[in-house]
């Protein structure tokens, strides 16, 4: 434990867990489209679902979105930044089977189509857990840099990778993979300690059967 867990991060609005959370996840939602959105459909869940105009939840969901961090003081604005920019945002309360009271699904598309969804709680105290990457199983903290590898579920793939990663003396500290079916699409979750070489995701995103590779920085 450190002192960010006993009095809480940095940031703008009332509550950690509705806000600076909430900010983080748009953040990963983004980073993974990887450039800016044109649309984002938001499926609030639980207390975010009733509480989310009053603590500021969509405020702080659209700012991530729009790359800012929870203490940005933009963050109150970010509706009217969003519209500005040209981004249509779409809040939709609802219900999620078995998620954690304050979740969120964030699908974003951008200005030529492509599309990711991205399922997030905010678990206290600003932390986040990214439990779904277009409906695959994930567990990414946003706590280290992590690497989320689209691939084939094909053989040699995860040896492939993390080979790499062992020639270069990265540690792997956590590993999570998830496939929709065999031989389908999958997708692996890799969270590293310290950080990973200059040029080493673009390589990785080359190897034989990887889609698309994506490096995200802590949030």
């Known amino acids: ?29 983004r980073a993974l489209l990887g450039t800016d959105a044109a ?4 499926l609030l869940h639980g207390s975010f679902a009733k509480t989310y105009k009053g603590h500021g939840t969509d405020k702080a969901l659209v700012a991530g979105i729009l790359g800012m961090k929870p203490d940005d003081p933009r963050i109150r604005n970010s509706l009217q930044l969003a519209a500005q920019e040209g981004l249509k945002v779409e809040l939709v309360p609802g219900s999620i089977e078995n998620a954690h009271p304050n979740t969120a699904r964030v699908t974003l598309w951008d200005r030529e189509g492509r599309q990711i969804s991205v399922q997030g709680a905010s678990v206290g105290g600003g932390s986040i857990l990214i439990t779904q990457v277009n409906g695959m199983s994930v567990e990414i903290s946003g706590q280290f840099v992590t690497l989320i590898i689209l ?3 094909a053989p040699g793939t995860i040896a492939a990778v993390t ?3 062992s020639e270069l003396g990265v540690n792997i500290c956590n590993f ?14 890799i969270e590293v300690d310290g950080k990973i070489p200059k040029g080493a995701n673009e390589h990785i995103g080359s190897l ?3 889609i698309r590779s994506t ?5």
């Open 1 to 29: 434990m450190n002192v960010f867990d006993i009095v809480g991060p940095v940031m703008i609005g009332p509550s950690s867990s509705h806000t600076a959370g909430a900010a983080r996840i748009g953040r990963v939602a």
């Open 215 to 219: 490096m995200l920085e802590p949030v």
């Open 176 to 189: 999570r993979l998830a496939r929709q079916y065999k031989g389908g699409t999958a997708v692996m979750t």
């Open 208 to 210: 034989p059967n990887i």
């Open 39 to 42: 649309r984002a459909e938001i």
């Open 163 to 165: 080979e790499y990663m």
């Open 151 to 153: 691939h084939r579920d």
